[in-house]
């Protein structure tokens, strides 16, 4: 049944223009931070480190949150637009399902631009001249964290579209999500905020270090919150009137 | 023109626009104000302290205003699309005329959320003690400096918004244009790129620079500094309004609805 829902979304999204956003995304702080890392190499010394926060710094505090506020708003308002909330919710599926499915293409949109993330960081750092190998351990576990931490704040974003029924709002909120999460990681509050994960997953700040809190904390913060999000997101949806 | 602004007022009446406004303006200036002005560099902070928001605030406008303007074009230009209502306005009164019309309240709110940002700055500053008077010179190219490309990035989001149906289109270029904005910031040597990019305005337009700090010493030899104005970037940037401005009048006017 989920497949069969996710499979409709992506067919709802097809020819859709909103993931290309996704793809040139990265390709600016790969390129302004490249170009900033190569400026400042006397003061960034710590390699593929230093370049890592160059492209993945702002990324995560600002821009993948829009990024997401808009994706989410995205799928939400493909139902809000010519009354399809009633078709969806007259079709023979449970409708909590319906939110999971949304909740999967946002996640499967993350993941996608994180790996499009590191494969410019990769590249970049090639051509920079970096003459230490890659830290792809490394950079597997700030991808995949970064995703489980987008995963949590897409949960949201869906929750809030779902409820506002504007485009544009939800991304303001998405914004101020991201800049809460700045305030909260800069009070050592990262790990627990929903919109800091992001940024914490991705270690942006201080890549050279692991998560203060370790993996296996950060992982269950981000299962516990997604648990709640999806519960509320499937109760909202089924009490939604037509 | 007045009833088409007024027109304006009613359609956007209960919809939280300017509210929305407001709590974006309140996010942008709780974000720039907040910080520690006490401890050892408590009487430098004091002494350049209109200086050093000169220095700073560009940077947060970047982040704000670009989105600001996004916010309000998008939901200002959508109420229109959601009840296919161009089809019947654009029946009784000129198309050009609505395209006016939508800028101009939108523009409006815009910059007096600007306007109200920069007030507010200004009396956080005297309430916190900075010493010495208001530079009201530097004040009042600083409030030029941040109305000049907030509003053009407003024309260009209003032209989008209102050509393409799909919001999402609008508020992804919007968001992709602000983050080159915002990087360009930190990039002085691509001068040519920041008065090219109208994202990259407020960077090319920012005035004072901050010398002498570093990681080691913080603070300590840290001073403040004019740099002049960039009249070709401010001209450059006036020009791009009115291209962008005529080029979205005209193709909404020719645009089949």
């Not at chain 1, 993948?64 to 493909?78: A, E, H, T």
């Not at chain 2, 916010?71 to 395209?99: M, P, Q, Y």
């Not at chain 2, 009201?136 to 149906?165: D, G, N």
């Not at chain 2, 602000?178 to 790129?193: D, I, K, R």
Request: proline share 3%; aromatic share 14%; hydrophobic share 55%.
């Amino acid at each position: 049944m989920l497949c069969k829902l996710i499979r409709a979304e992506q067919m709802k999204l097809k020819r859709s223009p909103v993931w290309l956003a996704f793809v040139i995304l990265p390709i600016i702080p790969a390129v302004m931070g490249t170009l900033n890392y190569r400026f400042n190499i006397e003061i960034l010394q710590s390699e593929w480190y230093s370049l890592w926060t160059q492209h993945s710094l702002f990324t995560a505090y600002f821009f993948l949150p829009v990024m997401i506020g808009i994706y989410c708003s995205y799928l939400m308002r493909m139902e809000s637009n010519h009354h399809n909330w009633n078709r969806v919710l007259t079709a023979p599926v449970p409708r909590a399902m319906v939110y999971v499915a949304k909740l999967f293409c946002a996640v499967m949109m993350i993941l996608l631009s994180e790996i499009w993330i590191g494969l410019l960081f990769l590249l970049s750092g090639k051509l920079v001249g970096m003459t230490a190998a890659p830290p792809l351990r490394e950079l597997v576990i700030w991808c995949a964290f970064g995703t489980l931490g987008g995963a949590v704040m897409a949960g949201i974003q869906l929750l809030i579209s779902l409820y506002i029924r504007s485009f544009a709002l939800p991304v303001g909120l998405a914004l101020a999500g991201g800049i809460s999460g700045l305030l909260f990681l800069a009070k050592d509050l990262g790990h627990i905020w929903p919109y800091s994960l992001m940024a914490y997953g991705m270690n942006s700040n201080s890549p050279q270090e692991l998560l203060a809190t370790g993996y296996a904390q950060f992982v269950i913060t981000c299962l516990v919150y997604l648990a709640l999000i999806v519960l509320a997101g499937s109760l909202v949806i089924q009490r939604r009137e037509l | 023109m007045r009833r088409l602004l007024r027109c304006e007022y009613q359609k956007s009446r209960g919809r939280w626009i300017f509210l929305t406004a407001l709590a974006l303006t309140v996010m942008a200036a709780v974000f720039a104000l907040r910080g520690d002005y006490e401890g050892e560099n408590h009487l430098f902070f004091m002494e350049n302290g209109y200086l050093m928001y000169l220095y700073q605030l560009p940077m947060v406008n970047a982040i704000f205003f670009p989105l600001l303007g996004m916010v309000v074009a998008s939901r200002l230009c959508d109420l229109e699309h959601k009840g296919d209502n161009l089809k019947l306005l654009c029946t009784l009164a000129e198309k050009g005329r609505i395209f006016d019309a939508k800028l101009l309240y939108g523009l409006s709110i815009t910059l007096f959320c600007v306007c109200l940002y920069w007030a507010v700055c200004l009396i956080t500053g005297a309430l916190l003690g900075f010493i010495g008077p208001v530079p009201w010179k530097l004040e009042l190219m600083y409030l030029l400096f941040t109305l000049t490309p907030t509003a053009v990035i407003y024309v260009f989001q209003h032209s989008l918004s209102l050509l393409v149906k799909n919001q999402a289109v609008a508020l992804c270029a919007g968001a992709l244009g602000e983050f080159a904005g915002l990087f360009l910031m930190f990039l002085p040597q691509l001068q040519w790129l920041r008065r090219c990019l109208i994202w990259g305005a407020y960077g090319a337009l920012q005035f004072v620079g901050l010398f002498g700090w570093d990681k080691d010493t913080r603070w300590a030899n840290a001073g403040f500094e004019l740099l002049g104005y960039d009249w070709l970037a401010f001209a450059l940037l006036c020009l791009m309004g009115l291209g962008l401005y005529l080029l979205g009048r005209n193709l909404f006017i020719r645009k089949e609805l």
